[in-house]
């Protein structure tokens, strides 16, 4: 397996080192990362959407969390009630546990499941105190004296 770091597309920016991970989690092709098979999508400047193949899956088998800015998708393996003898088995039904570390300001919207793809909707809000501000330069004379 080829790796390589996405530290060069990240030299001008500070602070962005999750995005740098995220990235090279996804691009990580190892056993624990690769099944089920999913896609990160982006829908504009604030949304993003998670899409994890879920296959044979239902709502009450999968289940999601957010904890201390780390999305986990987790899905429990299933339990055929009837006695099958398979010729060939191509559909995996093995338990799976997914983690994608979320930046700043991102939060879930919302989940569904169709046709078994689990699609997670997720949204970066900002909030009014991290928003950047204009600052006015004025002439000198019309600052007030710093008391020292």
């Given at each position: 397996?080829?790796?390589?770091?996405?530290?060069?597309?990240?030299?001008q920016?500070?602070?962005?080192?999750?995005?740098?991970?995220?990235?090279?989690?996804?691009l990580?092709?190892?056993?624990?990362?690769?099944?089920?098979?999913?896609?990160?999508?982006?829908h504009?400047?604030?949304?993003?959407?998670?899409?994890?193949?879920?296959?044979?899956?239902?709502?009450?088998?999968?289940?999601?969390?957010?904890e201390?800015?780390?999305?986990?998708?987790?899905?429990?393996?299933?339990?055929?009630?009837e006695?099958?003898?398979?010729?060939?088995?191509?559909?995996?039904?093995?338990?799976?546990?997914?983690?994608?570390?979320?930046?700043?300001h991102i939060?879930?919207?919302?989940?569904?499941?169709?046709?078994?793809?689990?699609?997670?909707?997720?949204e970066?809000?900002?909030?009014?105190?991290?928003?950047?501000?204009?600052?006015?330069?004025?002439?000198?004379?019309?600052?007030?004296?710093?008391?020292?």
């Amino acid at each position: 397996m080829t790796s390589f770091s996405m530290a060069p597309l990240f030299r001008q920016s500070i602070g962005f080192d999750r995005f740098n991970d995220l990235f090279e989690s996804a691009l990580r092709n190892d056993a624990n990362s690769s099944f089920p098979p999913y896609n990160v999508e982006k829908h504009g400047d604030d949304q993003y959407r998670i899409i994890v193949a879920a296959a044979g899956f239902q709502e009450s088998d999968l289940e999601l969390q957010v904890e201390r800015g780390v999305l986990t998708i987790s899905g429990g393996k299933r339990e055929s009630g009837e006695n099958v003898t398979y010729l060939h088995q191509g559909i995996a039904q093995r338990a799976f546990k997914l983690s994608f570390r979320l930046a700043d300001h991102i939060e879930v919207k919302g989940a569904a499941l169709n046709n078994g793809l689990l699609s997670i909707d997720l949204e970066r809000i900002v909030p009014e105190e991290a928003k950047p501000k204009r600052i006015p330069i004025g002439a000198a004379a019309e600052r007030p004296a710093l008391e020292g």
